[in-house]
């Protein structure tokens, strides 16, 4: 009936734009008009004038913002639905698909830096701009990006709406030339989540390529549904059209198999190299201080530290890594069904060039295959001094140490400045003295205690007290503290009880619907039942038992299980190499006469 009037359509459109921006931008401005007010009225220090024109600056960009949005996306559909899930698409959409492609290219190119560019696609979409926005304020630059945007889509709405004929009010999409775009797009978007999601959760490219399949085929039908307002969508020419989707798929994945540049096998000459930065993640590498971090209580100790390396010898050794893993790929590539394994860790490279240029790499690698490698740079006092803070403290600014128990209330508090300073000289010690191994945890032993170390303005540096720190353990014994700081024998724990079968409180893997075994006094009874257990009071076995056992269920062959004088539980393993001299010769196969 509108446009049955004598009136143009630039013009119904510019008015409904502009009664939109009104009923938007009032209810706002005599929002901010009463805070004011009331800050005023009410004597608030903490809030003034500049901080609620602030708040209504940003709430008038992002309005329009999303009011342009939504017009624009009413323009190319005739269904109120779908022109709200369009218009979160195309506020999504730059975030979400670069997300997507990056994911799904990590897959095929070999030493694709996936994180370091995850770290800076959220800036893309002001959805998820807004989610940081009290902390990180937005800049002129993209207060300029956002008006443009706004304004472009204005234009882009009107132009549409001045071409879009009335009968196609009630179709999904209003613009024929628009419905194979839209329809591939979608396509291919499902297809893309979905293969993310099966090799998230499998593993596998060949989990990958059933999730491209399935995406693909749901999301092309689906579509076809919606743009035919039919069922009936099953025909010779529409399975075709999939059909050729499909090769065309295939074709690029196919591409992305060969490395055409030599994008994978590219290193920079060592003599080029001014500093590498290496860690299991880009995220220090990508991070920037918040703006308002001050006013949320931030400090330096709050932010990662950027494990960049500039001696010779480490970058040398990291350099050495970085060939393996190239080579290791040109040996083997990726099989069909092929998945991570437990050992997996990631690693993460940016080299800084003389010239001021970058290269970026992320790997997947097993980690005993590189043990010899690793062991090199992560002995080294530069990566010791980087990834741990405690070396790098200022004992004034130690406020107390505090070493907490696990599994009881037992906590020791050092607040005495001679005793902060031992204490802290005997833990940097310990970590200067690590190994590799003692690092990685490869025994997987729990620690004795958490320790946490409070600097002033309400900062702590954690670390745990490790079973291998002996120096900490020996000045905890010289000054008195060692009883009050650990679970002990007799003390603490009564008794522990080992059985040879190590499945218990373990998950039937052949039964998913299987419950773990809850530990309680009742199990520990029937446990105690049965043939050959192996119970144990004396203190001296127990303090075996506790330094050895782990908690890896995977090289189990004992189970322990640790009675506290509290009555709680504490269950481990031991391994066959681990395992107590005295456990061993219990469980031991009998001799046959001769």
Not at 363 to 368: G, L, N, T
Not at 391 to 405: C, F, K, P, Q, R
Request: hydrophobic fraction near 45%; glycine fraction near 4%.
């Amino acid at each position: 009936m509108a446009h049955t009037l004598p009136v143009k359509r630039e013009t119904l459109h510019n008015t409904h734009v502009l009664a939109g921006i009104i009923f938007l931008f009032v209810p706002l401005i005599l929002t901010a008009l009463i805070s004011w007010a009331l800050v005023a009225r009410l004597g608030i220090e903490h809030v003034n004038g500049t901080d609620i024109l602030a708040w209504l600056f940003i709430s008038l960009l992002i309005n329009l913002l999303l009011f342009m949005t939504s017009v624009a996306s009413g323009m190319v559909t005739g269904m109120t639905t779908i022109q709200g899930a369009l218009s979160y698409i195309f506020l999504l959409l730059p975030s979400g698909l670069s997300l997507l492609l990056l994911h799904n290219m990590s897959r095929y190119i070999f030493g694709f830096p996936y994180d370091f560019y995850f770290g800076k696609i959220d800036k893309l979409s002001p959805l998820i701009r807004l989610t940081e926005i009290s902390i990180n304020p937005i800049p002129h630059g993209e207060i300029v990006v956002y008006l443009l945007s706004s304004f472009a889509l204005f234009f882009l709405g009107r132009y549409l709406y001045q071409r879009r004929h009335i009968e196609t009010a009630g179709n999904a999409i209003t613009f024929d030339v628009l419905r194979p775009i839209f329809k591939y797009s979608v396509t291919f978007c499902f297809m893309l989540l979905l293969g993310s999601y099966f090799y998230s959760d499998q593993g596998s490219l060949g989990w990958t390529y059933f999730g491209y399949f399935l995406g693909s085929l749901l999301a092309y039908f689906l579509m076809e549904i919606l743009l035919n307002k039919s069922l009936q969508v099953f025909q010779w020419r529409r399975i075709k059209g999939y059909g050729i989707y499909a090769l065309a798929m295939i074709g690029l994945i196919g591409l992305f198999h060969y490395d055409f540049t030599g994008y994978e096998k590219r290193l920079p000459e060592l003599s080029e190299v001014k500093s590498i930065y290496m860690d299991n993640f880009f995220y220090a590498l990508n991070y920037v201080q918040a703006t308002n971090a001050q006013a949320y209580g931030g400090s330096e100790y709050d932010s990662p530290v950027k494990a960049i390396f500039t001696e010779r010898d480490n970058m040398a050794a990291i350099y050495s890594l970085h060939q393996k893993i190239v080579a290791n790929r040109l040996d083997k590539k990726e099989t069909f069904l092929s998945k991570r394994t437990r050992d997996s860790e990631r690693i993460c490279l940016a080299y800084e060039l003389e010239n001021g240029c970058h290269i970026y790499r992320q790997y997947e690698i097993s980690a005993p295959e590189y043990a010899d490698k690793l062991k090199l740079i992560y002995e080294s006092l530069e990566y010791k001094e980087l990834h741990n803070r405690i070396l790098s403290i200022n004992l004034a600014d130690v406020d107390l140490i505090e070493i907490n128990t696990f599994d009881t209330n037992k906590n020791v508090r050092i607040v005495d400045p001679e005793f902060i300073a031992q204490a802290v000289a005997a833990l940097q010690s310990d970590i200067y003295e690590e190994t590799y191994e003692e690092m990685k945890n490869m025994d997987l032993r729990p620690p004795w205690a958490h320790i946490s170390i409070l600097l002033k303005n309400n900062r702590t540096v954690h670390l745990d007290w490790k079973k291998s720190y002996l120096n900490f353990e020996q000045w905890l014994k010289e000054s008195e503290k060692y009883y009050q700081a650990r679970l002990l024998p007799g003390e603490d724990i009564a008794s522990a009880i080992v059985d040879k079968d190590p499945d218990l409180n373990k998950q039937d893997l052949d039964n998913k619907k299987a419950e773990p075994v809850i530990i309680n006094q009742e199990t520990i009874l029937e446990l105690e039942k049965k043939p050959g257990i192996l119970k144990i009071t004396e203190t001296e076995k127990l303090e075996l038992c506790l330094r050895h056992y782990i908690s890896n269920s995977e090289q189990a062959a004992y189970k322990v299980v640790f009675q506290l004088n509290n009555g709680s539980y504490i269950s481990g393993f031991f391994s066959e190499a681990d395992a107590p001299a005295f456990v061993k010769e219990h469980f031991a196969p009998a001799k046959e006469p001769l």
